[in-house]
Structures are given as structure tokens and as C-alpha cells.
């Protein structure tokens, strides 16, 4: 009578949904984790920075159930294969809104219906989620205002109430240590990172308001990379935005936001929100995108930008939006290559939030930046960046009289990009 729990996005012991149902409702549960062959064999860095993330995590959770007396199951290859290999009274995971997540569960759901054992998921990453936050007419909302408003209406403290799995601890399956997978066998070695910590900090969020649009401060909770592998709860998170500040509130209400679209509206992962913007006329000059990967473009904070990513898997928003804009609109090249650069090198990359931020910044997004807002990265650097201490961090070569010229004027990029975006709105 063993079900399993699956772990995906949610590598932590206490207030998981799913794992609180699969303890409650069963004595005999056994853990495991699947490093999905498929997403794995396509990564290029053997010291792929989130593979390292991941593996700690799952290696914490390990120790920490064989502490309880149970341990985890470890397993490299496709899910399909385990789930079809399986004989269990039950399978308990959590909900994944992505597209290529929601293919492989249907898969799974069914062939496990075949062999009569249930696959029960839960809601567990998001407050809210899939059709919970509609417009009056039943429509899914596209503007983020009148979205977070109704979000807000809704949220009453029951979604902020931790479930509290530490009673039914004792229903984990009791068994021997079971073999711990090396990082080498899934195809990777080990990395030298230092990874933000899930530490809560009242004081960040307090000043929040205040410091979150300066790069050179700690003026945001860098809890990104815990919310995408669930390592910290939403419920937490949202709990601690109530008492120190609504704007971060907000933040975390665009991240549903943004799964909520991803959910709603599955093309965006391979079209613009916004259809028409399909048939714009990108440049794609590839020298040009090189030079903005290597953070060589001769903008001092969109090179910055680039080489924090490029340095440390992690950009500040605010040179997130930037870098963004600068690359869609001053050098037109197409947003998805763009995202794509991002999703390989963002340590808190989330199809969700990275397709709807490129795609914000594009214009031709739900909700997105007007096409005419086009970011002038010095004008943004003067009110963020004024002492140039962030600049400097990144581009320790940075001397305002001598650095490399601009590949591109910004005059004649603003008015290039205005043409461009201009032309295609008057078509019909
Ligand atoms: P905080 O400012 O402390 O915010 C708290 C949390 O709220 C974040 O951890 C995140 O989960 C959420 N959040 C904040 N801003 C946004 C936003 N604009 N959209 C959605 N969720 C948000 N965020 C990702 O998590 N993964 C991505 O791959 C990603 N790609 C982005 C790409 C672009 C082009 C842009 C403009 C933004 C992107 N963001 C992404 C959103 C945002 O930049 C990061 O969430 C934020 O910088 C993470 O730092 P933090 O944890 O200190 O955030």
C-alpha cells in the first residue's frame, strides 16, 4: 500500500499541499525525485549552475526524510518510463502550469488510470491559479491592475495559513537509506556557487518601496530562485508581504499573474500576446546580439547587466528591463532570442515571468510597455545608477571618458525603432 509523492517544483518538507494530503490520507509514503533526462541531456554547461541548485535541495530533502526514518527515491530518466515501470496504491504531486508539465501529467494520469492507481495534484505554487481570478464576464483577465485587485479581494487569511504536515510526519514510508545518485551520473559535476539565501528579510521588504529600483543596493529579497523550486512557501512569502509592504505584495501577485497567462494563453511561449507584433521586421544582426551577451555594447549599464547575468546567473530587475529594451527596441533583434539567452542563464528562470518580461519590454505583450517606451539607458542609468557603483561593480574597466563607443547612437536607434514599430501599427 505505498503511494509515492513526487516532488517537482516544491523541494521542501513543510507546507506542501500535495505532500499534506499524501500524508494525511495514506501511511506509507515514499518520496522521490525525477531528474528528467530530457530537460537534462539538453543543457550545455556541465556545471549547469540550477542542475547544481537542484541537486543540493534534493540532496537536503534526502537527509532530512532519512532523518525521519524514510528516505528518498532518486531517479535519472524520463518520467513517463518510471511512472509506466510502477506499482503503487497512489501518486500525489503538485500542480505545473507549464506546457511541456501539463503534456507529461496527462500522459501520466492516463496511463496510470489504466493501471487503476489515482494521480491526485494540488495547487500548491500559487494562491491562485487557472480560472480562480476572472473577469465578471468569465474571461481571463489580460491587464495586471484589475487582475491584482480582484486577486487582492479574494485573498483571505485561510490562503496564508501554512499547512502543517510535521504531525503526519510518521506516515512517511519507513525504510533503509535508499542509493544516492551522484551529480556524474545525471551527466553533471559540481560548480562553485554561492546561492541567494531563503531567509525571509522583514528589513529588505520593509524598505522595500524604497530601494527596490537602485542595482547597487540589496534592496530586493532575491528569493526568486526559492519560489521557482519552491524551496521557500507562496504562503510564507505572502504572509510576510502583508505585515512589511505592499508593493512587494504586488511583485508576488505578478508572478501569478504571469503563470495565470501562461496557463490561459500556451502560444505565448513561441508567439507575441499581441499577434500582430509576428510580423515585425527584426534585424537579428548577429554580431550585434553577441556583443549584447558579452556585455560589450558600449551602454555601460545594459553591459553591466549582461555581465552580472553572465557572472552570477542573476540580474536586478531594473537592468533586467533595461537589457531587454535595449536589445528589442535600440538594436531590434527579435525578443525570443532574447528570452532564450535569459532562460539558459537565469539561476531563477521561470518560462512564466521571463516570456512575460521579455514580452513587456518587447511591447507586443498582455499588458506590456507602449512600443514608443523605449528605455534610454542613460537617462535610466542618471536616476538609477547615478554614482555609477553598480556600473563599476560589473565593468571594472568603466571610465566614463574611455569607454568603447556605442554600437549604436541612441538617437538613431529611438527613431529607427519608432519607425519600425510605427510601420507595423498603421498596417492593417
Ligand atoms: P523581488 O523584487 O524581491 O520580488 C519578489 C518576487 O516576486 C520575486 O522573487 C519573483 O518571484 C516575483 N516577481 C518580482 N518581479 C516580478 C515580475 N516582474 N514578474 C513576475 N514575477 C515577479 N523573474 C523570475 O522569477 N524568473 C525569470 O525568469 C524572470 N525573467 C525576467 C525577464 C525580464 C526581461 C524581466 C523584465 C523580468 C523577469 N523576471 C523574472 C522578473 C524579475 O526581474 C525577477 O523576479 C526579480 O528580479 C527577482 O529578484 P528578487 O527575487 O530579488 O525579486
Redesign the pocket.
Known amino acids: 500500500d505505498t503511494v509515492i509523492f513526487w516532488f517537482r517544483r516544491d523541494l521542501r518538507l513543510h507546507d506542501n499541499i500535495g505532500l499534506y494530503h499524501a500524508l494525511k490520507e495514506n501511511n506509507n509514503v515514499l518520496p522521490v525525485f525525477i531528474f528528467d533526462k530530457e530537460i537534462l541531456d539538453e543543457l550545455e554547461d556541465e556545471q549547469d549552475m540550477r542542475v547544481n541548485f537542484i541537486y543540493k535541495q534534493v540532496i537536503h530533502l534526502k537527509e532530512a526524510l532519512e532523518n525521519l526514518g524514510s528516505s528518498l527515491l532518486m531517479y535519472h530518466g524520463n518520467p513517463i518510463k518510471f511512472f509506466e515501470a510502477l506499482e503503487v496504491a497512489g501518486v500525489y504531486t503538485n500542480h505545473d502550469y507549464e506546457p511541456y508539465a501539463i503534456k507529461r501529467d496527462n500522459q501520466i494520469q492516463a496511463l496510470l488510470n489504466e493501471k487503476n492507481i489515482p494521480f491526485k495534484t494540488y495547487k500548491d505554487q500559487v494562491i491562485f491559479e487557472k480560472n480562480e481570478i476572472l473577469k465578471e464576464d468569465g474571461e481571463p483577465y489580460t491587464v495586471f491592475t484589475p487582475y491584482s485587485r480582484k486577486w487582492l479581494k479574494k485573498l483571505d487569511s485561510s490562503h496564508q495559513e501554512p499547512y502543517l504536515i510535521q504531525s503526519f510526519y510518521r506516515n512517511f514510508k519507513k525504510i533503509q537509506p535508499v542509493r544516492t545518485l551522484s551529480l556524474s551520473e545525471i551527466g553533471f559535476k559540481a560548480g562553485q556557487y554561492d546561492y ?1 539565501s531563503k531567509q525571509i528579510s522583514g528589513k ?2 520593509e524598505q ?1 518601496e524604497t530601494n ?1 529600483d537602485f542595482p547597487a543596493l540589496q ?10 523550486f519552491g524551496t521557500i512557501s507562496i504562503r510564507e ?1 505572502v504572509k510576510e508581504a502583508r505585515k512589511y509592504s505592499q508593493k ?1 505584495l504586488s ?2 501577485i ?2 501569478e ?2 503563470m495565470m497567462i501562461l496557463w490561459h494563453f500556451p502560444k505565448v511561449v513561441t508567439s507575441s500576446f499581441n499577434s500582430k507584433y509576428d510580423q515585425l521586421e527584426w534585424r537579428n544582426n548577429e554580431k550585434e546580439f553577441e556583443a549584447w551577451c558579452n556585455g560589450m555594447t558600449g551602454y555601460p549599464i545594459v553591459d553591466a547587466g549582461m555581465r552580472e547575468l553572465n557572472a552570477t546567473g ?4 531594473r537592468v ?2 533595461i ?2 529594451s535595449f536589445l528589442t527596441k535600440h538594436l531590434l533583434i527579435d525578443w525570443r532570442w ?2 532564450a539567452y ?2 539558459k542563464k ?1 539561476l ?11 514580452q ?2 518587447a511591447g507586443c505583450g498582455c499588458d506590456a510597455a507602449p512600443y514608443f517606451r523605449i528605455f534610454n539607458p542613460y537617462i535610466q542609468t542618471q536616476k538609477f545608477d547615478p554614482k555609477s557603483k553598480y556600473i563599476k561593480k560589473w565593468v571594472p574597466e568603466f571610465q566614463e571618458i574611455q569607454y568603447p563607443p556605442p554600437i549604436v547612437d541612441h538617437q538613431f536607434a529611438r527613431n529607427r525603432a519608432l519607425e519600425t514599430f510605427d510601420a507595423l501599427r498603421k498596417e492593417k
Open positions: 541567494p529588505i521588504i522595500y527596490r534592496g530586493t529579497s532575491r528569493l526568486s530562485v526559492h519560489l521557482r512569502a512587494w511583485e508576488l505578478w508572478r499573474f504571469y542573476f540580474m536586478h530587475n533586467r528591463m537589457t531587454a532574447g528570452e535569459f532562460a537565469l531563477d528562470f521561470e518560462l512564466s515571468s521571463n516570456n512575460g518580461g521579455w513587456w519590454a
